[in-house]
């Protein structure tokens, strides 16, 4: 596609249970990350994936969250077991040439 | 880690008025982007400039690397400039993740 797509756009979810989040990048960028933003807050970064290096898991809030790519292609991020502190927009970007193009994120709310 | 200080955290401006944004960050850097977000939360790549002076349009940047500081000049704003500006850098020698600054909140009004 165009640009980077993310889905859901928007997921509503119970205290508790898991969620699967999707991101599709620019074809051809070899790198993905992936952040979270609260509500007036800035970007936090979670993970980053170049290609087939180990991925920076630096970011990682703590071991509920999880994320897989394949290859060059789609990405999950993974929340086990979501708490009420996980409501947030996470964003996903790919890259090419240093420059980062954001999707429209995902909008989580844990109830 | 690498601190990222962006001001004014909030600016509010009449319609044709003038601007400028300002980055702080505290290591050297090999990667500098300003990113607009919409009201809508979309986020923007405006402008790579990790060091030098750019222009697109009404918005212009310039990055001064060993001041450890860039800024983002916005002319004759527009009600559609609204949204909230990031900058975001990457350590040189370090990891690709960008580390973002909390931004600035631009309000321009009719």
């Known amino acids: 596609g165009a640009g980077v797509s993310q889905s859901p756009s928007n997921k509503v979810t119970e205290k508790g249970k898991d969620v699967e989040l999707r991101c599709d990048p620019i074809s051809g960028h070899t790198a993905l990350y992936w952040y979270r933003q609260r509500l007036g807050q800035g970007l936090e970064f979670l993970i980053y994936f170049q290609g087939n290096s180990a991925p920076d898991k630096s970011g990682l809030p703590s071991d509920r969250f999880s994320a897989e790519r394949t290859g060059e292609s789609v990405s999950t991020l993974t929340i086990q077991r979501t708490q009420q502190e996980d409501s947030a927009v996470y964003l996903c970007?790919?890259?090419?040439?240093?420059?980062?193009?954001f999707g429209a994120g995902t909008r989580l709310s844990v109830l | 880690g690498i601190q990222v200080e962006q001001s004014p955290p909030d600016l509010i401006l009449q319609e044709g008025a003038n601007s400028t944004l300002r980055c702080n960050f505290s290591d050297s850097v090999n990667n500098l982007q300003w990113f607009h977000q919409n009201p809508w939360g979309q986020l923007i790549n405006l402008f790579y400039?990790?060091?030098g002076t750019k222009q697109n349009g009404r918005l212009s940047a310039t990055t001064v690397a060993t001041e450890r500081y860039s800024l983002l000049y916005i002319s004759s704003s527009q009600t559609t400039d609204s949204g909230v500006y990031f900058c975001?850098?990457?350590?040189?020698?370090?990891?690709?993740?960008?580390?973002f600054g909390k931004g600035t909140k631009l309000t321009v009004n009719p």
């Open positions: 975001a850098v990457c350590i040189q020698g370090g990891s690709e993740k960008l580390v």
């Open positions: 400039i990790p060091s």
């Open positions: 970007a790919s890259t090419l040439g240093g420059i980062q193009y």
